[in-house]
T-cell receptor, first 113, second 114 residues
Framework: DTAVSQTPKYLVTQMGNDKSIKCEQNLGHDTMYWYKQDSKKFLKIMFSYNNKELIINETVPNRFSPKSPDKAHLNLHINSLELGDSAVYFC????????????FGSGTRLTVV | GENVEQHPSTLSVQEGDSAVIKCTYSDSASNYFPWYKQELGKGPQLIIDIRSNVGEKKDQRIAVTLNKTAKHFSLHITETQPEDSAVYFCAATPSGNAGNMLTFGGGTRLMVKP
């Protein structure tokens, strides 16, 4: 059973398109995150949701809009895709009750052409 | 906010040798320090962590040390094997921060040559 699952794993799209990435966790965690990993492998926080409420919203273009329909799901919608959006996007989850870091998904490689 | 620096960015060792990766952090309130291993095409996976009330922790061939005074912590891998080849990330967080957000170091690409 996959703990944190993201779909799709690969996404190739043209500039200007709108796309979504979905994330689901079956760990019973209460906090979910989106991270962006650039070509140099640097991991940068984008958003964090705790029990469906947005608690971290780093400096990210407003073309990126997260949505958490329930605490097991956190989706990322990106409007008007740009070349610079090409990266690997990771979803992660954690529990605030027994804090021990994150469980990451396997990532979504987004390529904008 | 927290700032975590990690060195070296790449590390090449011969199979059987030891590897050491070092990180420094800036926020003295940080008290949880995990290490993640990221294999090619996969997400980072927690391999070991340490809390600030402990100076050292060991799990088989990997160990982590923490020096709170100097604000640095290190990952030690002994008897390296080719399957240890991956990118390793250190991270730090103060407890109780919003969303328990981890700040990551820049990563170390470890290559173990057979």
């Amino acid at each position: 059973d996959t703990a944190v699952s993201q779909t799709p794993k690969y996404l190739v799209t043209q500039m200007g398109n709108d796309k979504s990435i979905k994330c689901e966790q079956n760990l019973g965690h209460d906090t979910m995150y989106w991270y962006k990993q650039d070509s140099k492998k640097f991991l940068k926080i984008m958003f964090s949701y705790n029990n469906k409420e947005l608690i971290i919203n780093e400096t990210v273009p407003n073309r990126f809009s997260p949505k958490s329909p329930d605490k097991a799901h956190l989706n990322l919608h990106i409007n008007s895709l740009e070349l610079g959006d090409s990266a690997v996007y990771f979803c992660a989850s954690s529990t605030s009750s027994t804090w021990r870091g994150y469980t990451f998904g396997s990532g979504t490689r987004l390529t904008v052409v | 906010g927290e700032n975590v620096e990690q060195h070296p960015s790449t590390l090449s060792v011969q199979e059987g040798d030891s590897a050491v990766i070092k990180c420094t952090y800036s926020d003295s309130a940080s008290n949880y320090f995990p290490w993640y291993k990221q294999e090619l095409g996969k997400g980072p996976q927690l391999i070991i962590d340490i809390r600030s009330n402990v100076g050292e922790k060991k799990d088989q061939r990997i160990a982590v040390t923490l020096n709170k005074t100097a604000k640095h912590f290190s990952l030690h891998i002994t008897e390296t094997q080719p399957e240890d080849s991956a990118v390793y990330f250190c991270a730090a967080t103060p407890s109780g921060n919003a969303g328990n957000m981890l700040t990551f170091g820049g990563g170390t690409r470890l290559m173990v040559k057979p």
